[in-house]
């Protein structure tokens, strides 16, 4: 069974940056593709950036964010870590919420819920002054 453990998550100002990290226990996660997803209090889960398997990274559409954090976030892997993040910039209110990771094999990227298999426990992100 894949579990993901999700790091990263604190409170942080305005303007303020956090990086997420998913740490893979006993698979390696070049091979899967990668979601992060947020839920607000009293909001559904929602998606907000993709990443494809290793393989297919130089493909368009490889890598996908949801408007509202397009230019202030961006998702990368480190495969010798067996570790993808989520760094986010220019933090806003708006970004608060529980960020989950999760995995799908497969190819593509998708920042629709229900195209993954996998799910990390998620980790608590406040912005707030």
């Known amino acids: 069974q894949l579990q993901l453990v999700e790091s990263g998550g604190g409170l942080v100002q305005p303007g303020g940056s956090l990086r997420l990290s998913c740490v893979a226990s006993e698979f390696t996660l070049d091979s899967y593709g990668i979601g992060w997803f947020r839920q607000a209090p009293g909001k559904e889960r929602e998606g907000v950036s993709c990443?494809?398997?290793?393989?297919?990274?130089?493909?368009?559409?490889?890598?996908l964010y949801e408007p509202s954090v397009k230019g202030r976030f961006n998702i990368s892997r480190d495969n010798s870590k067996n570790t993808v993040y989520l760094q986010r910039n220019s933090l806003k209110p708006e970004d608060t919420g529980v960020y989950y990771c999760?995995?799908?094999?497969?190819?593509?990227?998708?920042?629709?819920?229900?195209?993954?298999?996998?799910w990390g426990q998620g980790t608590q992100v406040t912005v707030s002054s």
């Open positions: 990443i494809t398997p290793t393989e297919q990274i130089t493909l368009p559409g490889s890598i």
């Open positions: 999760a995995a799908r094999q497969g190819y593509g990227c998708y920042v629709l819920a229900v195209m993954y298999d996998y």
